[in-house]
């Protein structure tokens, strides 16, 4: 489950970066919502979200989604933090970057440990699948 949830997680901080691009590029003129139909990186940033969302559906119908939205938030934070930083200039402090491997710490905790979890609870596979 977990390379699926970093795919999705690329895919839907790649869709925040270009929709961000597109409104940057249309600045005031997104008051105008017919705008949205000639910005490409709009259009772009839709359709990859679209394809991250279909992915997530996916596995929210094999996992427990008490395992693996903690774990899609926390990766999609640190992906948009990444790619602010690299693709639009966004500054990363030493606040930010604190609380980013305090995150990165949680995401390990809880892919490692929600299984004993479950298992303990008698759930075993109440997800649906295997990871």
């Not at 997104?30 to 394809?51: E, H, K, N, S, Y």
């Not at 992906?79 to 930083?85: G, P, Q, T």
Request: hydrophobic residues 55%; glycine residues 12%.
């Amino acid at each position: 489950m977990i390379l699926i949830l970093i795919g999705i997680t690329l895919l839907a901080s790649a869709a925040d970066v270009l929709l961000k691009t597109g409104a940057n590029q249309a600045g005031d003129a997104l008051a105008d919502p017919l705008v949205l139909i000639r910005i490409p990186w709009i259009w772009l940033g839709a359709v990859t979200g679209l394809t991250a969302m279909s992915l997530w559906i996916y596995v929210l119908s094999k996992h427990n989604i008490s395992h693996a939205y903690p774990i899609f938030v926390g990766l999609t934070f640190l992906n948009i933090s990444l790619a602010s930083s690299i693709y639009l200039g966004e500054e990363i402090g030493i606040t930010r970057l604190t609380g980013m491997l305090l995150v990165m710490a949680g995401i390990v905790t809880i892919h490692r440990y929600s299984h004993d979890s479950d298992a303990l609870a008698g759930d075993g596979d109440a997800g649906g699948g295997a990871d």
